[in-house]
């Protein structure tokens, strides 16, 4: 695991721009990543910024009242999911997340410890309030991410 403190926006901004580039250089078919953390903390703000440097030009928004969002980009299709106002473990079967409908798929999960079935991920990412700062602390679950182990 690693801690950053990430200490504006614009850190977080470059965060998300790095985790991008990495999925879009990424051989893998499905890539999955949860993010956690308190309201506010930055996990779509984060998402926001993955989405963008990928290619999405139009606006991101929170998934906290549709609990999914889609952004589809043609071979990339990215599936914003936002657990924050459920508590039904089975409204995560609804969004189909194991789908096979693009080339590439990734899935991002905010609020991902309130899943109840256990989940493989690529890149866990949890938040935390410190000041006007973020602390982040970072966990790879394979290879794919691993060059954020040297972030600074």
């Not at 721009?17 to 930055?42: C, M, P, T, V």
């Not at 969002?69 to 990339?76: K, T």
């Amino acid at each position: 695991m690693k801690t950053i403190i990430l200490e504006n926006d614009q850190a977080t901004f470059k965060l998300g721009r790095l985790i991008g580039n990495i999925i879009l250089k990424a051989k893998q078919k499905s890539i999955e990543i949860h993010l956690e953390g308190d309201l506010g903390a930055g996990k779509t703000f984060l998402t926001k910024s993955v989405v963008q440097s990928c290619g999405w030009t139009k606006h991101v928004k929170s998934p906290t009242y549709t609990l999914c969002e889609e952004y589809d980009l043609g071979d990339l299709i990215f599936l914003h999911i936002d657990l924050y106002r459920t508590d039904e473990h089975n409204d995560i079967l609804l969004f189909n997340l194991d789908r096979d409908t693009h080339p590439k798929k990734v899935v991002i999960i905010e609020w991902a410890d309130k899943l109840e079935n256990n989940r493989n991920c690529d890149l866990r990412i949890a938040f935390k309030h410190i000041n006007k700062a973020r602390e982040i602390s970072i966990t790879t679950g394979g290879n794919l991410f691993k060059q954020l182990a040297n972030y600074e």
